[in-house]
């Protein structure tokens, strides 16, 4: 199948286009930087997805939308207005079969950056309205939203003792996810799964079920 995925070079996303290379589909990256993939079937692009000229793609099966920024006085522009601008253009058409959409646990909680939790928050909302709207070609639209994952944007918090100790005791499961589980996750949602859609899930090591009991 045709995978469009967004924020390709790096973390979350490279990782699922990884996985879907090596399940022997074709990948076509959308990225701000350059290609770290080089596999015959994958396809680079370098594209700011806010306000660059967007690729002239073949139809996408499936369509994955991980780009992102993170307290970058634009978050909302990127995370939100990016992402809708992405889906409109490739998404939306009688071929896809599935749209999926990074989201993050601050979609949920609230934590985080303000103008970072309010763009992800939008994201889960629009995702709802997409599957809406994919639906009458029979394809789904769901959201992942992950707590903590281990990836370089974390390594300040993963390598300071006191602060990483902080974190863990928060989190029931004492561990972040890796990026290779989220892809398998992205992979489950758009490729195994045909009857769940408008739904976020989230993969948080159960940090949002703590509610720390002090007696």
């Known amino acids: 199948m045709n995978v469009v995925i967004t924020g ?6 490279r990782a699922i286009a990884d996985k879907f290379l090596n399940c022997g589909h074709t990948v076509f990256g959308i990225d701000i930087k350059g290609p770290t993939l080089f596999h015959t079937e994958y396809k680079h692009f370098i594209c ?13 099966d499936i ?16 995370n939100l ?6 889906t409109e253009k490739f998404g939306i058409h009688d071929r ?24 992800k928050g939008g994201v889960v909302a629009y995702m709802k309205n997409v599957a809406m709207r994919v639906a009458a070609f029979g394809a789904t ?6 707590g903590g994952v281990i990836t370089g944007l974390n390594e300040h918090i993963i390598s300071d003792p006191v602060l990483w100790r902080k974190v863990m005791d928060e989190t029931p499961l004492s561990k972040w996810a890796t990026v290779d589980e989220i892809a398998d996750w992205a992979y489950f ?3 195994c799964n045909r009857s ?3 739904q976020d899930i989230l993969i948080d090591n159960g940090e949002a079920d703590n509610f720390n009991f002090v007696w």
């Open 8 to 13: 390709s070079s790096e973390g979350i996303g």
């Open 48 to 60: 700011d997805i806010l306000h660059g000229e967007l690729p002239e793609l073949p139809p996408a």
């Open 63 to 78: 369509l994955i939308n991980n780009a992102g920024v993170q307290n970058s006085g634009d978050d909302i522009g990127v």
């Open 81 to 86: 207005r990016g992402t809708i601008r992405v």
């Open 96 to 119: 896809i079969k599935s749209v999926l959409f990074i989201a993050s646990a601050s979609a949920r909680t609230g934590s985080e950056f303000p103008e970072y939790a309010a763009s």
């Open 141 to 146: 639209s769901n959201s992942l939203s992950p």
């Open 189 to 191: 949602v758009t490729v």
């Open 196 to 198: 769940m859609t408008a």
